[in-house]
């Protein structure tokens, strides 16, 4: 059974830092594409960064490139989200998600966590 739990969320002000985990049981995540994407109030799910770790992937939205870093730490089998010079624009629930196929696309993951909250005040 496959397990996802994020944590790290927050409520900081804007320029701060956050940095998101993704705990997973149940499967190794560096066999798989690791997503993050988020949902605002009102707003579809969007997506934020994505991992491929064994082909040493990485992609990002182009709202949060040069802001948000995703890297895994095998031995803990977590992802992380790295999130510096928040825009209260970032708020939204932040969820990681796993699946076998490296994409910008939720449905193409088959895994998801339970979500965390990031609030950024202005």
């Known amino acids: 059974q496959v397990q996802l739990v994020e944590s790290g969320g927050g409520l900081v002000q804007a320029e701060a830092s956050l940095r998101l985990s993704c705990a997973a049981s149940?499967?190794?995540?560096?066999?798989?594409?690791v997503g993050w994407f988020r949902q605002a109030p009102g707003k579809e799910r969007e997506f934020v960064a994505a991992l491929r770790w064994s082909a040493g992937l990485t992609s990002y939205a182009d709202s949060v490139k040069g802001r948000f870093t995703v890297s895994g730490d095998n031995a803990k089998n977590t992802v992380y989200l790295q999130m510096n010079s928040l825009k209260p624009e970032d708020t939204a629930v932040y969820y990681c998600?796993?699946?076998?196929?490296?994409?910008?696309?939720?449905?193409?993951?088959?895994?998801w966590g339970q979500g965390t909250q990031v609030t950024v005040s202005s």
């Open positions: 149940g499967r190794s995540v560096r066999l798989y594409a």
């Open positions: 998600a796993l699946g076998t196929r490296y994409s910008r696309s939720p449905n193409e993951y088959d895994f």
